[in-house]
């Protein structure tokens, strides 16, 4: 076994969607993974989009230089799905010499994508084209080494999306719950158990600096803070809810989360409010709530405005939900904290599987370098 040529193994295809057959767009992201598209195509002529159908790769050889990766996934539906025109769509020329997940393999190691950046043009994109994706050498064990390599790496994924789908199910408990409720449970305006916060920082003690997104959860904020003053921003407490106004730019979602964590600091645009009767409505179940896509169109659909829809706090106050006693309400909730810590235990999962591929392509290398020695 030695390092070989990609270029030897796999080779373009160029199928289009001329009869508009395809309607699944997808895209691919930094962690070589496919997601919905998130492109306009309003007006856009897909019959020239290419179709990617299982066993084939995605790959864009744009900025491979500016984000340090190779930008490639495979694609394991059943379905095929239709890319961007500017990606390339490749193929292994013969599975008996190289398994596509193995290959794969290779290009979630680290090392892989900081060989890309190293090899990456100097244009401006700093571009790894089609050619130099193919000078790239790896070590191609006999095919059925290759298989013990991809049976390993699959079970363990497999492993992890059975106990991904099982959150699945936690999450329609909880959904169905709320929808249950809607039907029998008379309505009550929300604004009677609500109040807003308007804590600035003043004395700057938080330094915590969270966004908030459409997921519904606080996260790092992207906007530049060089030089900015942070004592005229909002603090959010422990328990409290922090939501934007803004609704039209945003996919048609309210970009909404519930602080379960230490006190924060947000934009001074955000609205922050907090429950205030307690003993009747939990900030838990209210968040349930709104985690609802049927809220998210709610929203939608009461915002108002022209260059910019918002949906006030006179509108969030309006809003009408059921509100159980507070002994069911402490039920769903406790369902929904387990959702809640088996998703943390989802992420660890996927975290631990992130380095295997590193691991057991190390283990090819140094079975390559016995059996050189040998050889010698």
Known sequence: MSYKGLGDYIQLVDNRNTDLAVTNLLGINITKSFMPSVANVSGTDLSKYKVIRKGQFAYSAMQVGRDETIRIALYTYDEPAIISPAYSVIEVIDEKELIPEYMMMWFERPESDRYGWFISDSSVRASLDYDRLCDIE???????????????YKGLLANQRTYESSLEDLQLICDTYIEDLIKKEPLKRLGKY????????????????????????????????????????????????????????????????????????????????????????????????????????????????????????????????????????????????????????????????????????KGVVERMKIISVHDD
């Not at 790896?138 to 390993?152: G, H, M, N, S």
């Not at 985690?291 to 509108?315: C, H, I, K, L, P």
């Open 138 to 152: 790896i070590p191609i064990p006999d095919i059925t080494e290759q298989r013990k390599y991809v049976a390993l």
């Open 194 to 361: 609500i109040e807003q916060s308007d804590e600035r920082n003043t004395d700057l003690q938080v330094t915590f600096l969270r966004g908030v997104s459409t997921s519904k959860v606080l996260i790092e904020t992207k906007a530049n803070t060089s030089s900015v003053n942070f004592s005229n921003y909002k603090v959010v407490r422990t328990g409290e809810f922090v939501y934007v106004a803004d609704t039209s730019r945003r996919g048609d979602k309210i970009a909404l989360a519930l602080n379960s964590s230490e006190p924060c600091i947000v934009s001074a645009i955000y609205t922050v409010f907090r429950v205030i009767k307690t003993q009747e409505l939990l900030p838990e179940y209210l968040y349930l709530y709104f985690q609802r896509s049927e809220f998210d169109r709610y929203a939608r659909f009461n915002s108002w405005g022209s260059a910019r829809e918002t949906f006030d706090w006179v509108d969030m106050c309006d809003v009408h939900l059921p509100i159980p006693s507070i002994e069911k309400q402490k039920a769903i909730v406790t369902i929904y904290h387990t959702l809640e810590t088996r998703k943390r235990i989802n992420e660890q999962l996927k975290e631990s599987i992130k380095p295997l591929c590193p691991v057991l392509m």
